[in-house]
């Protein structure tokens, strides 16, 4: 088992709906959750930190953690055509540091 | 982008041949991170540091080494580039702790022949 787990995809999208982006980790103490926005051929972008359990909210952008599921989410509402990329789900390892990141889900939004 | 800084942005070498990529940094962060980045793949960490002269493995370190004789700077090896080591390397920094935000430089693409 990987220790960050997402679905590498594609995930299409139709402009305006909701994406939903899901990642899953392999360890019970990780406290600290990220998620990046990476364009092809540039570097990742951080876009949410998360390290409590519920939902936080910026902009278009909702992170949700359950660790009781090991389970994080990115949820993008408007989906606009800007929004297609590859998101990178991050992760701490306990007592570690330094991140784990899963593959990443690369995400079309469609006009 | 944090100030970070990578160099060389690109580089093309062949196989056998030493290869330093540097990492420079302006804001005096304690840890610094060397990544590739391989299609399949996702971001493995090669090597990181959390301060002068300390430094670590990550899970890919074989055929790397790392120095950091400055805060700003960290300086990944190759010492005999083989092609499998082909990729698109990523610096980071962390701004709190090693397990917190990191950001990324502009990364560098290595071709080796």
């Known amino acids: 088992q990987k220790e960050v787990e997402q679905n590498s995809g594609p995930l299409s999208v139709p402009e305006g709906a909701i994406a939903s982006l899901n990642c899953t980790y392999s360890d019970r103490g990780s406290q600290s959750f990220f998620w990046y926005r990476q364009y092809s051929g540039k570097s990742p972008e951080l876009i949410m930190s998360?390290?409590?359990?519920g939902d936080k909210e910026d902009g278009r952008f909702t992170a949700q953690l359950n660790k009781a599921s090991q389970y994080v989410s990115l949820l993008i509402r408007d989906s606009q055509p800007s929004d297609s990329a590859t998101y990178l789900c991050a992760v701490n390892r306990w007592g570690a540091q330094k991140l784990v990141f899963g593959q990443g889900t690369r995400l079309t939004i469609n006009p | 982008d944090a100030g970070i800084t990578q160099s060389p942005r690109h580089k093309v070498t062949e196989t056998g041949t030493p290869v330093t990529l540097r990492c420079h940094q302006t804001?005096?962060?304690?840890?610094m991170y060397w990544y590739r980045q391989d299609p399949g793949h996702g971001l493995r960490l090669i090597h990181y540091s959390y301060g002068v002269k300390d430094t670590d493995k990550g899970e890919v370190s074989d055929g790397y080494s790392v120095s950091r004789s400055k805060t700003e700077d960290f300086l990944l090896t190759l010492e005999s580039a083989t092609s499998s080591q082909t990729s698109v390397y990523f610096c980071?920094?962390?701004?709190?702790?090693?397990?917190?935000?990191?950001?990324f430089g502009p990364g560098t693409r290595l071709t080796v022949l």
């Open positions: 804001e005096n962060h304690r840890y």
């Open positions: 980071a920094i962390s701004v709190g702790g090693g397990a917190d935000e990191q950001f």
């Open positions: 998360i390290y409590s359990n």
